[in-house]
C-alpha cells in the first residue's frame, strides 16, 4: 500500500504494509536508527517520536495511521530545542547507557514545546518514559535547564510579553 507521509520536513512516499510499525519503517526502510526498539508495546517511551507534533510511542503506530501526517524523528528535531536539550543532558550528565535517552529528549521537546516553563510535578506527569539506569533526576534537571534556555526564545517569538 502507498503511504504518503511528512517525516522530518521532507516528504516520503512508501510502498509498505500498512499494518507495519512506525519503528520498523523508520530503522529498517529508512535507516534513521535513532529511534530504538526497547519494549515493543509502547510502555518504554525508547521509540518515542513526534506525530503531528505529539510524543507518541512508534513502535506501537502502524505506518497505516499515520498516512498524511508530520512525524518528525530525533534526527529531524529542530533546532533550538535540538542543541538546547542535547546541552542539557550532557550538562546534567543524563546518559549513563544512554539507550533511552533518545526518546526521553523527544518527550521532552515534546513537553516543552506546550509548556515552557513546566515545574517537577508536571515533568513527573508528561515524562512517562522508562529509564533503567534510574536517571529520572537528572533527566529533571536538563528539563528544568533546557528550558531556561528555551523559555526566553519563545517569549522573544511571541513578541515579548511575561516569561
Known amino acids: 500500500m502507498r503511504i504518503e507521509l511528512t517525516l522530518n520536513g521532507e516528504a516520503k512516499t512508501l510502498e509498505v504494509d500498512p499494518s507495519t510499525p512506525l519503528l520498523w519503517i523508520l530503522r529498517e526502510e529508512l535507516g534513521l536508527n535513532g529511534t530504538k526498539f526497547g519494549c515493543g508495546v509502547g510502555l518504554c517511551g525508547a521509540c518515542t517520536v513526534h506525530f503531528n507534533g505529539v510524543a507518541l510511542r512508534s513502535c506501537s503506530l502502524s505506518v497505516g495511521a499515520v498516512s498524511g ?29 544512554g539507550y533511552c535517552q533518545t526518546g526521553q529528549i523527544m518527550a521532552a521537546a515534546a513537553m516543552l514545546a506546550k509548556n515552557p516553563r513546566p515545574d517537577d510535578g508536571v515533568i513527573d506527569q508528561e515524562m512517562t518514559n522508562l529509564c ?20 526566553p526564545l519563545e517569549n522573544e517569538r511571541d513578541g515579548g510579553g511575561t516569561p
Open 132 to 151: 533503567r539506569c534510574g536517571t529520572y533526576n537528572r533527566i529533571r534537571r536538563a528539563i528544568h535547564r533546557a528550558a531556561a534556555v528555551l523559555a
Open 69 to 97: 501526517s508530520v512525524i518528525t524523528t530525533i534526527e529531524g528535531l529542530a533546532e533550538p530545542q535540538r542543541g538546547a536539550l542535547t546541552e542539557a543532558w550532557l550538562a546534567e550528565e543524563v546518559p549513563q547507557c
